[in-house]
C-alpha cells in the first residue's frame, strides 16, 4: 500500500490523514484524561491563569506544516508527507474545537460540543475518500468528458448537475449523504428524490404543515433516523467522551451545599 501511495503521489495526503486521526485520538484522551483529574496527567495549559485551548496550538501547528510545505521542494516527497502530517495535527485540535470557535463559547462538553466530533468525522472521512484514490464527481466529470473527446460543454453541464443535486441533498438535510455523494455520485440521486428531514431547509419551503411528505418524513425521523442517530452518538461517546454531563466535583459540592 506505502508503495502504491508513493507512486500515485498520495503520500502527503496520507500523511495529512493520518495526522488528523492520530491528532483526535490523542487530545481526546488527553481531555478525558484531564477531566477525569488524573493526578500523573499535565492537565490544562494556564499560564498566570489564563486557559490556552489546543485549538491554539493547532494553529501554531498548522503554520508550521503550512509554511514547511511551501518551503520544501515537491520532489521530496517523504518531508512533504512530514509536513502534511504536522499540518493534520494542527487540523486535527483546530476541529476538536470547532464548536467552540462557531460558538465562541467553551461549549467543549455540552451539547453543542458534539459539532466538534462530526466536523471531525467529517475530515476523516472525506479525506479518507482522497486518499483511497477517490475524486470528487465534478472534477471526474470534467476529466471523463476530456478523455472521450466530448465537448467541453458537456462535461460542465455534467458536472452543474451534480453540484445541483448535492445542493438539493445538503438542503434536505442530508449531509452525510451529500458529502460522500461528492465522491460516491449515486448517493446524489439517492438524496435528491428521498424526502427532505422534517427540520431542513427544504421541507420548510415544500412541505406545508398538513401534507402528506411532511408526515411521512416525520415518522421516518421517528422510527428509522433516531436509531442511527444514537448509534452514532455511542461511536462517537466511546471515542471522544460523554458530553452534557455535571463538571468533575459537581454532584460532590451539591451534596456538601444540601448538607
Do not use: C
Amino acid at each position: 500500500m506505502l508503495r502504491h501511495l508513493i507512486e500515485t503521489g498520495r503520500l502527503p495526503l496520507f500523511g495529512f490523514f493520518s495526522g488528523v486521526v492520530i491528532g483526535f485520538l490523542f487530545i481526546r484522551a488527553s481531555v478525558r484524561l484531564i477531566r477525569a483529574q488524573v493526578r500523573w496527567w499535565p492537565g490544562n495549559v494556564k499560564p498566570g491563569g489564563l486557559h490556552i485551548h489546543h485549538a491554539v496550538f493547532g494553529v501554531v501547528f498548522m503554520l508550521i506544516g503550512g509554511v514547511a510545505g511551501l518551503i520544501i521542494p515537491s520532489s521530496a516527497l517523504v518531508w512533504n508527507s512530514v509536513a502534511a502530517f504536522v499540518f493534520g495535527v494542527g487540523a486535527a485540535l483546530v476541529l476538536d474545537e470547532f464548536a467552540l470557535i462557531l460558538h465562541l463559547d467553551d461549549v467543549y462538553w455540552q451539547e453543542k460540543g458534539r459539532t466538534s466530533i462530526d466536523a471531525v468525522f467529517v475530515a476523516v472521512a472525506l479525506t479518507g475518500l482522497l486518499v483511497l484514490g477517490l475524486r470528487p464527481v465534478f472534477v471526474d466529470d470534467l476529466l471523463v468528458a476530456r478523455q472521450e473527446g466530448a465537448p467541453l460543454g458537456i462535461g460542465v453541464a455534467v458536472a452543474v448537475l451534480s453540484l445541483v443535486l448535492a445542493v438539493i441533498t445538503l438542503l434536505k438535510g442530508k449531509i452525510w449523504t451529500g458529502l460522500l455523494g461528492i465522491f460516491l455520485p449515486f448517493l446524489l440521486y439517492v438524496g435528491a428524490i428521498r424526502l427532505a428531514r422534517p427540520g431542513s431547509p427544504w421541507a420548510r419551503w415544500r412541505y406545508p404543515r398538513s401534507s402528506r411528505k411532511l408526515a411521512r418524513a416525520q415518522w421516518r425521523e421517528s422510527r428509522l433516523r433516531r436509531p442511527l442517530i444514537r448509534a452514532k452518538i455511542w461511536v462517537q461517546e466511546l471515542l471522544a467522551g460523554r458530553h452534557n454531563l455535571p463538571p468533575p466535583g459537581a454532584q460532590r459540592a451539591e451534596g456538601d451545599a444540601e448538607q
